[in-house]
Nanobody
Framework: QVQIVESGGGLVRPGGSLTLSCAAS????????MAWYRQPPGKQREVVAG????????NYADSVKGRFTISRNSTENTVYLQMNSLKFEDTAVYYC???????????WGQGTQVTVSS
């Protein structure tokens, strides 16, 4: 079993920055990649960014390109999401996802709230 723990959410003003962290522990040897998703109020969950733990290949949603950066510490199965130039529409619960190739194993965290408000 794998445990996913997120941290770093909070309240920030528009234009501000936050860094989210996600650590996968337990039987994490099967994890191939990790990703951040978010679910804004009243909307569906959407992917924000992802990264492979070995090669560090990344991808981003168009809405966050140039503002968010995902990075990883593969030896510790930890990923980070640096969020800059935050906008009101970035307000959401952010979830960390860890998965194996083909999503045979698929693990989710409990989520952390990010609120962008003046």
């Amino acid at each position: 079993q794998v445990q996913i723990v997120e941290s770093g959410g909070g309240l920030v003003r528009p234009g501000g920055s936050l860094t989210l962290s996600c650590a996968a522990s337990g039987s994490a040897f099967s994890i191939w990649a990790m990703a951040w998703y978010r679910q804004p109020p009243g909307k569906q969950r959407e992917v924000v960014a992802g990264i492979t733990l070995t090669g560090g290949n990344t991808n981003y949603a168009d809405s966050v390109k140039g503002r968010f950066t995902i990075s990883r510490n593969s030896t510790e199965n930890t990923v980070y999401l640096q969020m800059n130039s935050l906008k009101f529409e970035d307000t959401a619960v952010y979830y960390c996802n860890a998965f194996s190739i083909g999503r045979t194993y698929d693990y989710w965290g409990q989520g952390t709230q990010v609120t962008v408000s003046s």
